[in-house]
C-alpha cells in the first residue's frame, strides 16, 4: 500500500541529480539521448546530453558550452578573461538566441542576424560577409546558430553549406531542431535537416512537433566531456567521487539545475509504444495535412501564400482578405487594413468558440495567419473547417 501511493509521487516529482536517487530514469535518459545521437548521425550515437526544461534553455546550454570549449578560462574568471566575442543567428531566430547572448553576458547586441532568402533561410554568404566584418572590428566569432525548423516559416537553413562556413573560420555550429527535430524520425523528411550531423550540437524537442507532454528537450552534443567541462562543479555532498558504483552516472552535474524534474519517463513510453514507425507516421501525417491546407488555398480566391511554394514544415503562412480588400491597389491603406484582418479573426474565432490560429507579422509583412500542425489525430475535415471558419467570419470584413 504504502509503495503504491509512493510510486506515483515518484514518476512526477522524482528528482535526478544523481544515479543512487534515481536510476531507472538515469538509464531511461541516457539510451534515450543515445539513441537521438544516432539519429543525428553522430558515430554509435557518441557524445553527451541532457533534457532541459525547454528549447530556450536548451539553446542557451549550447552558447555556454561553445564558450566552455573555445574559452575555458572564463568559467573560473568570468567574461574579462575573454575577447568580445560575437554571435551568429538568423534573423528570424527565436528570441531564444538574443536571450541567451544577454543572460550570459555576451550582450544582445553582440548578436548578429543573419539575412535570409524569401522563404526564410540564412543566406550561407551573409554569414560568411558577417564573420569577416566582426573579425574586422576586432571580435571574435564563436557560434552560429542554424535553425532545423524555423519558428514562423518553418525554414530549414541550409545546414552543410554552414557548417563549411563554420569548418573554414573554426566556429561552433549548433542547430536548433526544436521545432524541426522531429522530422528526423521520418524517412521522408528527414533530408530537409542534412548536414545536422556535422553540428557541434543540437536541440531537439520531443514536446513540439512529437506530441510529447510539456516539458521535454534535449540538448544534444557532438564532443563528450565539454558538457560535463563546462557545468561541472562537484559539489562535495552530492557527486562524491568514492561511491561503489560508476559514477559517471551521475550525470546531475553537468546540468545547471540542481534537482531536475524526470521529462524522460513520458518520451521513452511513447517510443516504446509508437516505435521509431509510429513517430514517423506521425510526423508524415501532419506534413501531409499540411500540404492538403497549402494545396486547398494556394489559388483559391481570397487568399495569398506569404511565400511561394510548399512549405518545409508544416507551417502554412497566409493572409486571408475579406471581400473589400481584393483589387484594392497595394499602398499603405491596404497594408493597414490588413494587417488588422488576422487579429479580427481569430478574435471571432475566438469568441465562437469553434478554433484559434495564431498570426503575426514578420519583418516588413503585416499579420498573417501561420497555421501549424502537429496533432496526428486532425483530419482533412478539420482542415475544411477551418478553411469555412476563415471565410465565414472573414468574408464580410
Ligand atoms: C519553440 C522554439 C524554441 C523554444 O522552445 P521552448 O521549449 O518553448 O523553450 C526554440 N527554438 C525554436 C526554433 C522553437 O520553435
Ligand atoms: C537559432 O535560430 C533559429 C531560427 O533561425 C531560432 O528559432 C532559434 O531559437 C535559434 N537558437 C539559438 C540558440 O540561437
Given at each position: 500500500m504504502c509503495r503504491a501511493v509512493l510510486l506515483l509521487p515518484l514518476i512526477l516529482i522524482s528528482t535526478k541529480f544523481t544515479y543512487e536517487?534515481?536510476?531507472?530514469?538515469?538509464?531511461?535518459?541516457?539510451?534515450?539521448?543515445?539513441?537521438?545521437?544516432?539519429?543525428?548521425?553522430?558515430?554509435?550515437?557518441?557524445?553527451?546530453?541532457?533534457?532541459?526544461?525547454?528549447?530556450?534553455?536548451?539553446n542557451m546550454y549550447s552558447v555556454m558550452i561553445a564558450r566552455y570549449k573555445y574559452f575555458p578560462e572564463v568559467k573560473a574568471k568570468g567574461m574579462s578573461a575573454a575577447p568580445r566575442l560575437v554571435l551568429f543567428t538568423s534573423e528570424h531566430s527565436h528570441y531564444s538566441i538574443k536571450k541567451a547572448g544577454a543572460a550570459l553576458g555576451f550582450g544582445s547586441e553582440n548578436v548578429i542576424l543573419l539575412s535570409t532568402d524569401e522563404r526564410g533561410r540564412v543566406i550561407p554568404a551573409d554569414l560568411e560577409a558577417k564573420i569577416i566584418d566582426a573579425k574586422q572590428?576586432?571580435?571574435v566569432p564563436l557560434f552560429v546558430n542554424a535553425t532545423g525548423?524555423?519558428?514562423?516559416?518553418?525554414?530549414?537553413?541550409?545546414?552543410?553549406?554552414?557548417?563549411?562556413?563554420?569548418e573554414k573560420y573554426n566556429l561552433w555550429l549548433h542547430v536548433d531542431g526544436a521545432w524541426g527535430g522531429g522530422l528526423l524520425m521520418s524517412r521522408k523528411h528527414r533530408h530537409k535537416l542534412d548536414g545536422i550531423e556535422r553540428a557541434n550540437s543540437v536541440t531537439w524537442n520531443p514536446h513540439?512537433?512529437?506530441?510529447?507532454?510539456?516539458?521535454?528537450?534535449?540538448?544534444?552534443?557532438?564532443?563528450?566531456?565539454?558538457?560535463?567541462?563546462c557545468n561541472s562543479m562537484c559539489a562535495g555532498y552530492l557527486f562524491q567521487p568514492d561511491k561503489q558504483y560508476d559514477v559517471t552516472y551521475d550525470t546531475g552535474d553537468m546540468a545547471i539545475q540542481c534537482g531536475r524534474h524526470v521529462d524522460i519517463f513520458k518520451f521513452w513510453l511513447m517510443w516504446k509504444a509508437k516505435g521509431t514507425i509510429g513517430f514517423e507516421q506521425h510526423i508524415d501525417k501532419c506534413l501531409?495535412?499540411?500540404?492538403?491546407?497549402?494545396?486547398?488555398?494556394?489559388?483559391?480566391?481570397?487568399?495569398?501564400?506569404?511565400?511561394?511554394?510548399?512549405?518545409?514544415?508544416?507551417?502554412?503562412?497566409?493572409?486571408?482578405?475579406?471581400?473589400?480588400?481584393?483589387?484594392?491597389?497595394?499602398?499603405?491603406?491596404?497594408?493597414?487594413?490588413?494587417?488588422?484582418?488576422a487579429p479580427k479573426i481569430k478574435a471571432l474565432m475566438m469568441e465562437s468558440g469553434t478554433t484559434m490560429v495564431g498570426y503575426q507579422p514578420q519583418g516588413q509583412k503585416v499579420n498573417f495567419f501561420r497555421m501549424v500542425v502537429s496533432n496526428p489525430a486532425a483530419t482533412q475535415s478539420d482542415i475544411d473547417f477551418l478553411i469555412d471558419e476563415i471565410e465565414r467570419l472573414g468574408h464580410d470584413l
Open positions: 536517487i534515481a536510476p531507472v530514469f538515469v538509464l531511461m535518459e541516457q539510451l534515450t539521448l543515445k539513441k537521438m545521437r544516432e539519429m543525428v548521425g553522430w558515430p554509435n550515437g557518441e557524445g553527451d546530453g541532457l533534457f532541459s526544461p525547454g528549447g530556450a534553455i536548451s572590428k576586432g571580435c525548423g524555423s519558428t514562423v516559416y518553418g525554414a530549414f537553413d541550409p545546414i552543410n553549406e554552414i557548417a563549411d562556413i563554420c513540439k512537433m512529437m506530441g510529447v507532454p510539456l516539458q521535454c528537450s534535449a540538448i544534444l552534443v557532438r564532443e563528450k566531456g565539454v558538457l560535463a567541462g501531409d495535412l499540411s500540404q492538403y491546407l497549402y494545396n486547398k488555398i494556394k489559388d483559391r480566391e481570397g487568399y495569398q501564400m506569404v511565400f511561394d511554394g510548399v512549405p518545409q514544415h508544416t507551417n502554412v503562412c497566409f493572409w486571408y482578405l475579406p471581400l473589400s480588400l481584393r483589387g484594392m491597389p497595394e499602398g499603405a491603406e491596404r497594408r493597414e487594413k490588413l494587417h488588422r484582418v
